[in-house]
């Protein structure tokens, strides 16, 4: 069974801080790995998308991907009470479903 | 440009009653895949569908089925509901290709009673 990991939190984290959020995933084949923000009642809300090894940055926002290890984490800088969500990770694994996993509640304390 | 819209946005059913929901996609997209979330849990993967067909389905009973029509939107039937099938449907756009980014409706949250 194809599966994507993360710590369901809660994590706490204080405003202005960087708040770090892990994901790893079973099957060495995937290609394409996503972090969606969820708002409690809402539906998901694409944040990044990644597909290389290494670093990919927007705005606060900081996607990073490491491959051999088999995990890809989301870093939030200057982190805003707004930011408070829960936050999905989700693989595709070769051509297959997007697969996510049980997702990880982050709040930023004011 | 309109996102993906669902409708309805709240529905309650009772035990044994069928529901059918519905989605069209984001502009410029011609694959739609639908989801269920339980609470508490990240989405689980119903069904995909492009060019009229389901492509993949996940781990789900043949109580759903799904259609999609010539302009791209798509339809989630559940049959014989049961209480477990409460949940937030979600429907998500993408073009066809591997790795697609998908997009979200904002979903149907169904109450079985």
């Known amino acids: 069974q194809k599966e994507v990991e993360q710590n369901s939190g809660p994590l706490s984290v204080p405003e202005g801080a960087i708040a770090s959020l892990n994901c790893t995933y079973s099957d060495r084949v995937s290609q394409s790995f996503f972090w969606y923000r969820q708002y409690s009642g809402k539906s998901p809300e694409l944040i990044m998308s990644i597909y290389s090894n290494g670093d990919k940055e927007d705005g606060r926002f900081t996607a990073q991907l490491n491959k051999a290890s088999q995990y890809v984490s989301l870093l939030i800088r200057d982190s805003q009470p707004s930011d408070s969500a829960t936050y999905l990770c989700?693989?595709?694994?070769?051509?297959?479903?997007?697969?996510f996993g049980t997702g990880t509640r982050l709040t930023i304390i004011p | 440009d309109a996102g993906v819209t669902q409708s309805p946005t709240h529905l309650i059913k009772t035990r044994g009653q069928q529901v059918t929901l519905r989605c069209s996609p984001k502009?410029?997209?011609?694959?739609v895949s639908w989801y269920q979330q339980a609470l508490g849990q990240g989405p689980q993967f119903i069904f995909q569908y492009y060019e009229e067909e389901e492509r993949q389905r996940g781990n789900f009973p043949d109580r759903f089925s799904g259609h999609q029509f010539p302009n791209y939107s798509s339809e989630l039937n559940v049959n014989a509901l049961l209480l477990g099938d409460s949940a937030l449907y979600l429907c998500?756009?993408?073009?066809?290709?591997?790795?697609?980014?998908?997009?979200f409706g904002p979903g149907t949250r169904l109450l079985v009673l």
């Open positions: 502009s410029g997209h011609d694959t």
């Open positions: 989700a693989a595709i694994f070769g051509n297959e479903k997007l697969t």
């Open positions: 998500a756009s993408s073009k066809q290709g591997v790795g697609e980014t998908q997009y």
